[in-house]
């Protein structure tokens, strides 16, 4: 069965400093990675996704992450983030099951942009 | 397109009364999601639909929960009867294909508050 761990539940970062939220995931079989941004009173929103090929996914508003296998890894960075970007983020993990995609969600990691 | 539609936004109701929460997806997207979202728990899975079947129910947290959908344009998901621990936000999410790697859409949300 697939899982993923967000291990860090909340980070508090300074406006316009780098920040990382980290991600990893088990699975037995090929998986597809995706990183959701939820803000306030808001549904989920895509902000990227790994399916195959360069590791490095660039997604919206300037983020990014780097899928990698061998440490099942696949965190979330931005070499400067501003007060818009306070929100959760959410990790999921997708594989294939039965001829369809199933999709594991992460607890979620609070994002609070300090000004 | 207008994105998924969920109403009511916002749902109160006692303990033991019937709650509806309806959900329109996109248009053409053939697989509907239902997630609940609470502090606890974060974002859990409740059941999925493609072409109007459901697929996977084992996310249902009991019998007072069901779901259907009579249509491609329209799902229900009802709980008879509520509980206080039903409080939380349900969202509806739908998706275009089950080609692994599909982005799921999702609703703003019904936030249920049983008392």
């Known amino acids: 069965a697939q899982s993923v761990t967000q291990l860090d539940s909340q980070v508090p970062v300074f406006e316009e400093a780098p920040v990382e939220l980290r991600c990893n995931y088990s699975?037995?079989?090929?998986?597809?990675l995706f990183w959701y941004v939820q803000y306030p009173n808001q549904g989920l929103q895509l902000l990227l996704k790994?399916?195959?090929?360069?590791?490095l996914v660039k997604g919206i508003n300037g983020f990014e992450a780097e899928f990698n296998k061998s440490q099942t890894s696949f965190h979330l960075r931005k070499p400067s983030v501003h007060i818009s970007d306070t929100a959760e983020y959410f990790c999921?993990?997708?594989?294939?099951?039965?001829?369809?995609?199933?999709?594991?969600f992460g607890i979620g990691t609070k994002l609070q942009v300090i000004p | 397109d207008a994105g998924v539609i969920q109403s009511p936004r916002h749902e109160v109701t006692e303990m033991g009364q019937e709650v509806t929460l309806r959900c329109k997806p996109i248009?053409?997207?053939?697989?509907l999601f239902w997630y609940r979202q609470t502090m606890m728990r974060g974002l859990e899975l409740l059941i999925y639909?493609?072409?109007?079947?459901?697929?996977?129910d084992s996310g249902m947290p009991e019998d007072r929960f069901s779901a259907k959908m009579p249509n491609a344009s329209f799902s229900t998901l009802k709980i008879q009867p509520s509980e206080p621990r039903d409080s939380a936000v349900y969202f509806c999410?739908?998706?275009?294909?089950?080609?692994?790697?599909?982005?799921?859409?999702f609703g703003p949300g019904t936030r249920l508050t049983v008392t």
């Open positions: 999410a739908s998706s275009l294909s089950r080609r692994g790697g599909s982005e799921q859409y």
């Open positions: 699975s037995s079989v090929s998986v597809y």
């Open positions: 790994y399916l195959s090929g360069s590791t």
């Open positions: 999921a993990v997708g594989e294939n099951s039965g001829g369809y995609q199933k999709v594991t």
């Open positions: 248009s053409g997207h053939d697989y």
């Open positions: 639909f493609n072409n109007n079947v459901p697929i996977d």
